[in-house]
């Protein structure tokens, strides 16, 4: 399945956006979805994912509350709001599909395809 991920900006902080995933070439229903991002000088890290019917999702402690990941299985899309941004969410968004099981979902080595990044900058 080919990834192409799209939203990112510059917003400043306590702002808003909207990352999307559009998902092709494979049945996406078949695919547990994530987000990930990678900081300057830091490893990736997970933020959000979500079941294949969308009826479990997982969250990083740092964006619980304020993150929330959704798809359309019918727009093969996943997506990811992003509401009361703060610097420290700065970082090249990914996002990524498994084939694996939801209970392993937040493990970066589990996600078989991914999209190629798209920037968010959160100005103070």
């Known amino acids: 399945v080919q990834l192409q991920a799209s939203g990112g900006g510059p917003v400043q902080a306590g702002g808003s956006l909207r990352l999307s995933c559009a998902a092709s070439?494979?049945?996406?229903?078949?695919?547990?979805m994530g987000w990930f991002r990678q900081a300057p000088g830091l490893e990736r890290e997970f933020v959000a994912a979500?079941?294949?019917?969308?009826?479990?999702?997982r969250y990083a402690d740092s964006v619980k509350g304020r993150f929330t990941i959704s798809r359309d299985n019918a727009k093969n899309t996943v997506y990811l709001q992003m509401n009361s941004l703060k610097p420290e969410d700065t970082a090249v968004y990914y996002c990524?599909?498994?084939?694996?099981?939801?209970?392993?979902?937040?493990?970066?080595?589990?996600?078989?395809?991914w999209g190629q990044g798209t920037q968010v900058t959160v100005s103070s």
């Open positions: 979500i079941s294949r019917n969308g009826g479990s999702t």
């Open positions: 990524a599909a498994s084939r694996g099981i939801t209970s392993t979902m937040t493990d970066s080595r589990r996600y078989d395809h």
């Open positions: 070439g494979r049945t996406f229903s078949n695919y547990v």
